[in-house]
């Protein structure tokens, strides 16, 4: 799995003097480290890592060819488990394309993201609920309030929201919030369905500390992704009164990558960047964010 610069030289070094390689071939080993390391700033070694991406829309990419090396990618990074939430019709038949292809790590969602809710929402809401039948889904998502792009919906988006966290419910299934300029609107919903049955992840948490706790409290787990790694996000300093334990790790690709590929396309195995953040947040190795945060993930989609 990942472990970092120093480990690496360091591991590298007792192997060397076990098998009396000369000084000279470890400088050369050195060399080669830090030029692979200039590409990806992490190094695989150790065999029991294990990093969940609980938040990618790597189905998007429908070149099969470029799909498998995303997909290569992952886990030569090993990010090894990946949640695809659904969007709207259309995306239905993508996620459960790729499950096909990769039965052991991809795992699927369905629901129907705010921004496609329009006047035709209460039929795209039944077709998506039709097709839970036969498939295996572990979680009801991406679904909550976009008030970014319009704002004149809220009240379809707030009824859609409610009908798909009540298929959740019936389900026992976890639901995964998208959330963008609407706290108040999707806490509002949110406490008046608060019961034991309600569950699930907050995507791509950008908010502050008192919209974290009224989460947590909630009974939801925080997805942190790429954000966590912006400067002036201000993330990492919520993050500090914040449980490791509360966590979850994300990419939301193909959106949001991490430093240092901001502005570019993201893609899952650039999880590793959002991992090593946590760790310095933290104060603990990346071995131990992997281990939390897919611990977490297991709790929430029960797999």
Same mark, same amino acid.
């Given at each position: 799995?990942?472990a970092?610069r120093?480990t ?6 007792k192997c ?10 470890l400088?050369?080993?050195?060399n080669?480290?830090?030029e ?7 190094y ?11 938040h ?6 429908? /070149?099969?060819e470029?799909?498998?090396q995303?997909m290569?990618?992952?886990f ?7 949640f ?10 993508m ?10 790590n ?8 705010p921004?496609?809710?329009?006047e035709?929402?209460l ?6 609920y ?8 572990y979680?009801?998502?991406?679904i909550?309030?976009d ?9 379809i988006q707030q009824?859609?929201?409610?009908k798909?966290?009540?298929w ?8 995964v #919030?998208?959330c963008?300029?609407a706290?108040?609107e999707?806490f509002?919903v949110?406490e ?9 992840i907050?995507?791509?948490f ?19 992704g790429?954000?966590?790694t912006?400067k002036?996000?201000?993330?990492d300093?919520?993050?500090a009164?914040i449980p490791?334990t ?8 193909p959106?949001l990558?991490p430093?240092?590929?901001r502005g570019?396309?993201?893609?899952s195995s650039?999880?590793?960047y959002v991992?090593?953040?946590?760790? /310095? ?7 131990? #964010?992997? /281990?939390?945060?897919?611990?977490n993930?297991k709790k929430?989609f029960?797999?």
């Open positions: 799995m990942v970092c120093r690496c030289l360091k591991l590298g070094i060397f003097d076990r098998l009396n390689i000369t000084y000279s071939n400088i050369n080993f050195e080669t480290l830090n692979l390391l200039t590409h990806h700033p992490f695989i070694i150790h065999q029991n890592m294990i990093f969940t991406d609980t990618t829309h790597l189905y998007y990419e429908q /070149d099969a470029k799909q498998a995303l290569a990618r992952c030569e990074s090993d990010v090894n488990r990946l695809l939430p659904n969007v709207d019709v259309k995306s239905i038949a996620i459960d394309d790729l499950v096909a292809k990769y039965p052991a991809c795992f699927a969602m369905a629901g129907l993201h921004c496609d809710v329009k035709d929402y039929a795209l809401l039944d077709v998506i039709n097709s839970i039948a036969g498939r295996k889904i979680a009801i998502g991406e909550g309030i008030l970014y792009w319009d704002k004149t919906t809220l009240e009824s859609a929201f409610r798909q966290i009540g959740a419910k019936a389900l026992g299934l976890p639901i #919030i998208h963008r300029e706290f108040d999707v509002e949110l008046s369905e608060r019961d034991e049955k309600l569950r699930g907050f995507h791509c950008t908010g502050n500390l008192a919209q974290a706790k009224q989460a947590i409290d909630l009974n939801f787990y925080l997805g942190i790429g954000v966590v912006y002036k996000a201000g993330l300093l919520v993050l009164d490791l509360d966590l979850v790790l994300e990419t939301d690709s959106y990558a430093v240092p590929f570019k396309p993201n893609e650039y999880l590793v991992a090593q953040k946590l760790a /310095d947040i933290y104060g603990v190795s990346i071995e131990e #964010i992997a /281990d939390v945060t897919t611990e993930s929430i029960g797999v």
